[in-house]
């Protein structure tokens, strides 16, 4: 098993450097000295604990910790607080603002070590039971296992209720060149992004939004006929497009999603597979004439495509 990443921020090198030397045969630790270097190293992922200094110059321990805690991408990461302020007020403000645990300068080896630990094995177990809650770890949207389990439970609807069912695929465009080009953390905030925004569409209870596996997402919804659902796919590949993140592929200098849906009214004795690969066939249409576009089909007459 590979060993946990820990993340020490701490304006003192004395300080990281005593810590590191505590920790350093049982975890993989990563140093920074500001909180700003901090929070975009934490953003990075990979880790399982944060040991945070609370007094920094420039940005502090509790704003580094408020931030860290309202940010999708590092709010699930546990946080330590470090300090000398041997002072009650200051153990609750970080209570408050959610730190895990606080340990108190000078350090004893053992305490830092006995709590770590504790911390680490937590945070493993909080991994375990998001990942049976059906919720995907990078990108907090529902996970493969659950879409499995739901799509089934949507698909019965549709054919007891004799209402339209929608199934869509999404890819995110020329992902393996942005991974190539600017390396796979940015590309995890990529598909942390682009999941976020699509998500936000899909508020409805019945709506399921999942990721599907690396950067393919799944969507599953009822009661919508053809032609709005795939005016409603256009808008939310435009809103991906409109986050603006830089890209430089062929298809734009934006990141985009080509996506490709059917929409059907469901009998008995078909197969929510058959539905699954013809949303996938539609996809492929999506890619195959240019990407950035949205490729429908009724399953029966109509197909609409974006030019
Ligand atoms: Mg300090």
């Not at 321990?61 to 330590?80: C, D, N």
């Not at 300068?105 to 990942?131: C, D, G, W």
């Not at 430089?248 to 690969?277: D, R």
Request: with cysteine; proline share 3%.
């Amino acid at each position: 098993m590979d060993k946990d990443k820990i993340l020490v921020i701490d304006d003192s090198a004395v300080q990281t450097e005593f810590l590191c030397s505590i920790l350093k045969d049982d975890y993989e630790l990563a140093v920074c000295h500001t909180a700003e270097e901090g929070l975009s190293a934490a953003k990075e992922g990979g880790f399982s604990l944060i040991l945070l200094d609370v007094v920094m110059p420039g940005m502090d321990g509790f704003m580094l910790l408020r931030e860290l805690k309202a940010t999708v991408l590092t709010k699930h990461i546990p946080v330590i607080l470090l300090t000398s302020l041997a002072d009650i007020q200051y153990e609750e403000r970080g209570l408050l603002l959610g730190a895990v645990d606080y340990v108190t300068k000078p350090f004893s080896p053992v305490i830092i070590r006995a709590r770590v630990n504790t911390h680490i094995q937590l945070f493993r177990y909080q991994m375990q039971y998001r990942e049976q809650a059906m919720v995907d770890e990078l990108t907090g949207v529902a996970n493969r296992r659950r879409y499995e389990s739901e799509s089934a439970a949507r698909w019965q609807e549709a054919v007891r209720f004799g209402l339209p069912f929608t199934i869509c695929m999404f890819d995110i465009d020329k992902f393996k060149l942005y991974n190539d080009t600017f390396g796979h953390p940015a590309g995890d905030k990529v598909i942390s992004t682009v999941a976020q925004k699509v998500s936000s569409f899909f508020w409805r209870a019945t709506d399921l939004f999942a990721r599907y596996g690396g950067e393919e997402f799944v969507a599953v919804f009822v009661g919508s006929e053809a032609r709005p659902s795939y005016e409603f796919m256009k808008t939310i590949r435009q809103a991906v497009e409109d986050l603006h993140i830089p890209h430089s592929s062929p298809v734009s200098q934006w990141v985009t999603v080509s996506i490709g849906g059917v929409t059907v009214v469901p009998k008995l004795g078909e197969q929510l597979e058959t539905y699954l690969k013809s949303a996938d066939a539609m996809l492929y249409d999506a890619k195959r004439l240019g990407r950035n576009r949205v490729v429908w089909s009724d399953h029966n007459t109509e197909q609409w495509r974006e030019d």
